[in-house]
């Protein structure tokens, strides 16, 4: 067994880093910034982030929608049977035996009772949604056009839990749920032609149009835009959409045997995705009004912007160096306990520049601890312990605008202010276990939490400064 203690006393910092006759002189000061809560009017949705559903949040009584857009990869040089070979047969043509969607939920990440049934359409596209272009929550794939009048509409219904899995299959920690949307009716293309199933369709292009299949941007633009996936019944449950697949399933004979076979085409982070938010912006106004607290919700719900005490900072002591700046975001609890399911807290929250904060998610950028930071929730907090390069990049830029610009903080109005945004990390884990964050997106499912903060509870900001002594 073993004791430890340790003191908040600064004295001694930097001690062990020089040489005794090159002492560093240390000053530790304290100051404070201010928060308030922020409209979030849409975010950046181009991500592989997926959800599914229709939910009444519990704080606002209002109704959040997520629904969306995805397009399909495949897989280049992809080899089949010979023509001759395939078994299935259709008007005189090869044909495949049937043909589906695969939604894979993830149930780890999903919000709301595993039974509720959700009605979702499937609508396919007129045409790609262009990869070029920039794609906020906002967009809407039907009122703006991209849904083919005439094309592929089908309709389903589906649970967290599917209720065709045996129990001890749906109690496995591991256990996946695929939502089987059928493509197998007759189906014609945008040319007038019909097919006995969309999987026809897709095999004898394969045969009759290889370069369609010669890469995902051929394919996209020649064969299959793309589906909506739109939400139309079913209130509560909010479904992580892990994968995305169609199957295309036929024979063909090997020898005298008969083989059958299958493709996939995956929705893959190489192709387009994107997800529609709808939130009741007038339930959201009641929370940014409520100055006693500040608040983050996602998705594109609130975010938290904090006005960082630059000045202050600067005019302390301007003649020694900016060691560490600390602070930290203390959760409120909501004060409901009689939630069945309530929301979780966003698990990481990124601080952005407010005026960097669009650049950053579209141009899919890490965070570099330089201008931008995360923070993930511990001890119900979260803290971020050392943001001293954002605050010394911002008294840069600010007496450098200065230089040439008398009324620049006027004409910068954010040039003090950071945002605090609630994020989806992905992680990989190297052969020992440890695990790195590769990617940093807005967070599209579920996420709400309270902070401390707001119009009279300014948050403390602890920072410490270093000299070398003179002789």
């Not at 089949?80 to 695969?102: H, K, N, T, V, Y």
């Not at 290889?210 to 394919?219: G, I, L, S, V």
């Not at 793309?226 to 139309?232: M, R």
């Not at 339930?283 to 630059?310: M, R, W």
Request: aromatic share 12%; proline share 4%.
């Amino acid at each position: 067994m073993a004791i430890t203690s340790c003191s908040e006393d600064t004295e001694g910092i930097g001690a062990s880093l020089t040489d005794e006759n090159d002492m560093l002189e240390i000053t530790t000061g304290s100051f404070t910034a201010f928060t308030r809560s922020i409209e979030v009017d849409s975010v950046f949705s181009r991500n592989f982030d997926c959800h599914l559903g229709m939910v009444k949040d519990p704080e606002t009584g209002a109704y959040v929608i997520n629904e969306f857009m995805a397009q399909f990869n495949i897989l280049e040089n992809m080899k089949q049977p010979a023509r001759e070979d395939i078994l299935g047969m259709d008007d005189g043509d090869i044909a495949a035996d049937s043909c589906e969607i695969w939604l894979q939920i993830d149930r780890t990440k999903s919000y709301g009772d595993s039974l509720t049934p959700v009605k979702i359409n499937v609508l396919e596209l007129a045409r790609p949604m262009s990869d070029n272009a920039t794609y906020y929550s906002n967009f809407d794939p039907i009122s703006e056009g991209y849904i083919r009048e005439d094309g592929l509409r089908k309709s389903t219904s589906f649970a967290l839990a599917n209720l065709t899995d045996r129990d001890s299959l749906r109690n496995q920690a591991n256990y996946l749920n695929y939502v089987n949307i059928s493509l197998s009716d007759p189906y014609t293309d945008k040319n007038g032609k019909t097919y006995n199933n969309y999987g026809t369709y897709i095999l004898r292009n394969f045969y009759d149009h290889p370069e369609y299949f010669k890469n995902c941007y051929t394919f996209v633009n020649n064969l299959c835009p793309g589906f909506y996936f739109e939400v139309i019944d079913g209130l509560g449950v909010m479904a992580k959409i892990a994968e995305i697949d169609i199957n295309v399933y036929f024979r063909s004979k090997n020898g005298d045997e008969v083989q059958h076979n299958s493709f996939f085409l995956s929705s893959t982070p190489e192709v387009l995705q994107t997800q529609r938010v709808y939130n009741d912006k007038g339930a959201l106004q009641v929370l940014i009004n409520d100055n006693s607290c500040t608040y983050l919700k996602a998705p594109a719900g609130i975010f938290t912007e904090v006005t960082l005490p630059i000045d202050d900072i600067d005019e302390f002591n301007q003649n020694d160096s900016l060691l560490s700046v600390s602070m930290s975001f203390q959760r409120q609890n909501s004060g409901r306990y009689d939630l069945q399911y309530p929301i979780n807290a966003p698990s990481a929250v990124l601080m952005v520049h407010k005026d960097s904060l669009n650049n950053f998610f579209e141009t899919q950028t890490m965070y570099n601890y330089r201008s931008t930071f995360m923070a993930t929730l511990a001890s119900n907090a979260y803290t971020f312990s050392n943001i001293g390069n954002l605050v010394s990049l911002i008294i840069s830029k600010k007496t450098e605008g200065l230089k040439t610009d008398p009324y620049w903080r006027e004409n910068h109005p954010n040039w003090d202010k950071v945002v605090l945004v609630p994020i989806a990390p992905t992680y990989s884990s190297d052969s020992y276990g440890n695990q790195t964050v590769t990617s940093v997106v807005n967070q599209m499912g579920l996420s709400s939490t309270r902070l401390v903060g707001g119009e009279h509870h300014p948050i403390d900001v602890n920072v410490i400064f270093a000299k070398f002594k003179e002789d």
